[in-house]
């Protein structure tokens, strides 16, 4: 097998390898969205430390942040050495899905996650100095294949499932998103 050597072919390789991540993106969200729809998903719950749970997933959109000169600031001291008992897996997909989208919507400024607990359980928070959502479209952005606008969803792409998806998972959890 001959190397891919030549910086066009880096480009072209790298291009085909992300375009492969968000086809399969779009399955999983698909997937995901039909199970919840059933009522056939299933929770696993276990017992982890939230902390370092939250730490992991935001460390994976720091190279993607810091490339966009974004600033993605994580606000967990409060729950340090928490441990909690839930479906960290999916725990992750929500953060995920969130962090996603502050991160699809803002161009500049900063992007916060904060996380802290609020009477028996956690309030986490995604703030972020994106475009924002007009107040008439925030009731629907959980509802499946919905988006801000037509121009938004022109303009930025996505499935506008991540919120939908994110809302059944929350619920299922036992939680509330808005």
């Known amino acids: 097998r001959e190397l891919v050597t030549r910086p066009e072919e ?12 968000q086809l399969l993106q779009v399955v999983n969200d698909l997937l995901d969205f039909s ?4 009522g056939r998903l299933t929770l696993h719950p276990e017992a982890f430390a939230l902390r370092e749970t939250v730490a992991a997933v935001i460390a994976n959109y720091e190279e993607t942040a810091h490339a966009k000169n974004v600033a993605l600031i994580l606000q967990a001291d409060d729950v340090s050495g928490m441990w909690v008992k839930g479906d960290r ?10 962090l996603d989208n502050a991160l699809k919507f803002t161009a500049q400024g900063s992007i916060w996650l904060r996380v ?6 956690v309030l986490f928070e995604v703030q972020d100095t994106g475009i924002g959502i007009a107040s008439g479209r925030q009731p629907h952005i959980f509802q499946g294949f919905a988006y801000a606008d037509v121009q938004t969803h022109r303009s930025y792409g996505g499935t506008g499932l991540g919120l939908a998806i994110c809302e059944r998972l929350v619920s299922l959890q036992g939680g509330t998103i808005g």
């Open 116 to 121: 802290q607990p609020v009477d028996g359980g």
């Open 10 to 21: 880096v480009v072209l390789v790298d291009h085909i390898r992300r375009s492969t991540e």
């Open 89 to 98: 897996q999916r725990l992750a997909q929500v953060l995920k899905h969130l």
């Open 35 to 38: 199970q919840l729809q059933a």
